[in-house]
């Protein structure tokens, strides 16, 4: 099947969202049925390595599947649906058991369980069955030289520099991948045909279908796309596959405010979501109020999420107002309010306190 997408355009279309938004660097690498088109403004170049954060959940359960260690458990914390807390091996409070919500803990035992079954370690397994075989030199657990250098807000408009931090070796399977925006094209081109039984829906949340590793949701056309972002230290990406079209993107930032030129970049490449994916009767109404577990705290008022978190990589604080949508164009954008009480907001599932 053809694609709509537009080619030759992709240059420009970075040009204008890295002009609109001032992150410091972007890359864009898209795929469309065996042709390749690659971007970069800033300072980068194509060939730039940039920490993908939690796109590494995509190589982590295909990893999972490639050392046969796919049963029921595995499954339940590859799709979110084990009820942990994100970022300790907890359950999550009451009222927000039952509900799927992001748990980095749970690919943290994933981790566990492909090291003792492969007896290596899970960067080992990782070089040895996913990242060699598929021929991606530039993807790599440690800092390679010319990395990009990440950045967080400072005042209202300002930016700085995050120092490079060591990445533990125990979140290495949540999100502690360098790669370019080739190597991803890469990987993405091999996700096409679902060799490793990723892409069937564990759980529904936000409007769309969480799987293994990835997102499952609607384009605007009835198209089917796959796709997971990344976010930490100052880091922001996005991987995305049309499977049916045979059509890949990859985007790459340095910058807390990348969102803004990943939003603009897959709005102009005509990758829009679906409309109305969900509304408010299949929802309910809008509480606001004080949301909070753990390091994270959200502020719902006047249609406005106000969200305040630490970054697990940086200890940077970090803050992102924007508005209520049940339907944004990336999916770390959308609100829902599954039940009584109970926010998701960043993808973590979320009791009211006040």
Known sequence: MGSAIPQGQLGEIVREARSRTGVPAVAAGLFVDGSIELAAEGDCTPETPFRVASISKWF??????????????????????????????????????????????????????VAATTGSSFAEAMYDRIIEPSGLTATSFHEPDHAACGHVQE?????????????????FPSGGLWSTVGDLLRFAEDQFDDPHGLQEPQADALGAEYCLGCWR??????????????????FQSLLLIVPEERV?????????????????????????????????????????????????SVEVRDGWIIEQETDPISGAALQRKYRIS?????????????????????????????
């Open 60 to 113: 982590t359960a295909s990893l999972a599947s490639a050392c046969g260690v796919l049963d029921d458990e595995t499954r339940r914390w590859l799709s979110h649906t084990a009820g942990l807390r994100s970022e300790v091996a907890e359950p999550l409070p009451d009222v927000c058991q039952g509900l799927w919500s992001y748990a980095n803990s749970g690919y943290w035992a994933v981790g566990e369980r």
């Open 326 to 354: 049940f339907d944004a164009v990336l999916m770390s954008h959308r609100v829902d309010f599954p039940r009584p009480g109970v926010a998701r907001v960043g993808w973590v599932t979320l009791p009211r306190v006040a």
């Open 155 to 171: 005042g209202a408009t300002g930016q700085r520099p995050v120092e490079s931090a060591p990445y533990p070796a125990s979140r």
């Open 217 to 234: 949701r609607e384009l605007a056309g009835g198209r089917i796309a796959f796709d997971h972002e990344g976010s930490v230290a100052g």
């Open 248 to 296: 890949a993107l990859a985007i790459l930032t340095n910058s807390w405010r990348g969102s803004g030129a990943i939003r603009r970049i897959v709005r102009d490449l005509g990758l829009n979501p679906a409309s109305n994916t969900l509304s408010l009767s299949s929802t309910g109404l809008i509480e606001p109020g004080r949301y909070a577990l753990d390091s994270v």
